[in-house]
């Protein structure tokens, strides 16, 4: 009885939560902690998806249970983005899946497709649930680049030749958390071609679809020819929305693999509350005929804004690094003085002597050590303020 319990005892200990902690703490005692250590937008929604959302919960009939599946509007509102923005055809009913945020979706999906002794090919450093979700299915992991270049391709191929059972599934992730690495299409051609020679399953995370910076939008791996005869993509309302507490996301691509998640969550879920998954349509639709495009820019100009302040006012202040591509994060080597202490100790420094929380990057896995990462969740004066209170700690090192 007071073994642990199997699943819990091959999770290894959570990075973030004595961090977690630790943040707690310094605000119980009345410290003011500028936080860029979890990717949560610090902004509401449009007010046109709220508008509907309030619209839609004062009609007697939506309180019952919803559609695991996802109801129909929504699953067609997705179906439409595809088509505007990768010029991907995707039929509703049997090559999309709503799900409660890209979390959960990439979760049940390792569970619904892997089991104990299957090989899963997963980045190093990545987001953990790419790696949790396979490892509370029983799934042994092994770890690749997480460059979306040669070097992953090479990894990928060494795997191929050099594990038992061969590798069943790839998990990608570009525009990438933590790293905000982005693959192009000859990327995309070249994996694609490589794990349909194999049979190898690509679960491909595009949570940042629509968070590119410098006029280079990001691509989909389902505009590779043949793709959807292994791939299913993810993606979430979350942070191109600013829905991250309202839990929407979506699995879309190959037909079995989208069957496969839906039968999972049948025995699961009832799916979202329906006016969220209402007002999640009117989202993708837009608040008129011209669509979302014009909020979604919006959207994306406000984390390219905050991504220059971070660039500029912590290189004044001795942390210089490079301009972010995508995503809502800066991938950062710790500065070169500090190096010594690891990423998750010098984070415990800036908190404590800065009063400043960042993700470190050991969290991400191994290959993750030396870097932190810096969600630009605050608003503009609070990063300069960080970078403030940055200066003055680096001043006493």
């Not at 707690?24 to 449009?46: C, E, L, T, W, Y």
């Not at 923005?85 to 497709?113: C, W, Y």
């Not at 699995?251 to 969550?265: C, D, F, S």
């Not at 500065?335 to 929380?357: I, R, T």
Request: charged share 25%; hydrophobic share 40%; glycine share 8%.
């Amino acid at each position: 009885m007071n073994e642990e319990f199997h699943r819990i005892k091959r999770l290894p200990p959570y990075v973030f939560a004595e961090l977690n902690k630790l943040k707690s703490d310094a605000r119980a005692a009345g410290k003011d902690i500028i936080d860029f250590g979890m990717g949560n937008p610090d902004q509401p929604p449009a007010q046109y998806i709220i508008d509907k959302m309030i619209e839609t919960v004062k009609k007697p009939k939506v309180h019952g249970y919803s559609s695991s599946k996802g109801i129909k509007g929504l699953l067609k509102a997705q179906a439409d983005y595809y088509q505007r923005r990768f010029n991907v055809s995707l039929d509703p009913n049997s090559e999309i899946i709503a799900t409660l945020g890209s979390k959960e979706g990439f979760a049940n999906m390792a569970q619904a497709i892997t089991g104990p002794g299957d090989v899963v090919l997963v980045p190093n450093p990545t987001y953990p649930i790419h790696s949790f979700g396979f490892l509370i299915s029983g799934a042994a992991l092994r770890h690749v680049s997480a460059r979306p270049d040669e070097s992953m391709l090479r990894d990928i191929d060494a795997a191929i030749r050099h594990s038992i059972p061969k590798p069943s599934v790839l998990v990608l992730n570009f525009p990438s958390n933590p790293t905000a690495f982005v693959a192009d299409m000859d990327f995309y051609v070249e994996v694609v071609k490589l794990c349909k020679k194999h049979g190898i399953y690509i679960l491909s995370d595009l949570a940042y679809a629509e968070l590119y910076y410098d006029g280079k939008p990001t691509i989909s791996i389902l505009e590779v020819d043949g793709a959807r005869d292994i791939a299913v993509e993810f993606t979430s309302m979350s942070k191109t929305f600013l829905m991250a507490g309202w839990r929407m996301g979506f699995a879309v691509g190959n037909k079995k693999l989208i069957a496969a998640l839906t039968r999972v969550k049948s025995y699961l879920d009832y799916g979202a509350f329906t006016p969220v998954q209402v007002a999640a349509a009117t989202a993708l639709n837009g608040p008129d005929s011209n669509g979302p495009d014009k909020y979604i820019a919006e959207v994306r100009q406000l984390y390219q804004s905050r991504r220059d302040v971070l660039v500029e006012s912590f290189t004044r202040a001795g942390w210089a690094f490079e301009p972010t591509k995508a995503t809502m994060f800066s991938w950062v080597e710790i500065p070169e003085k500090f190096n010594h202490l690891g990423s998750l100790e010098f984070s415990k420094l800036l908190l404590e002597k800065a009063d400043v929380a960042v993700a470190p990057g050991i969290g991400f896995g191994e290959f993750g050590e030396g870097f932190v990462r810096i969600g630009m969740v605050e608003n503009e004066h609070r990063i300069k303020q960080a970078a403030k209170n940055i200066k003055r700690m680096f001043a006493q090192y």
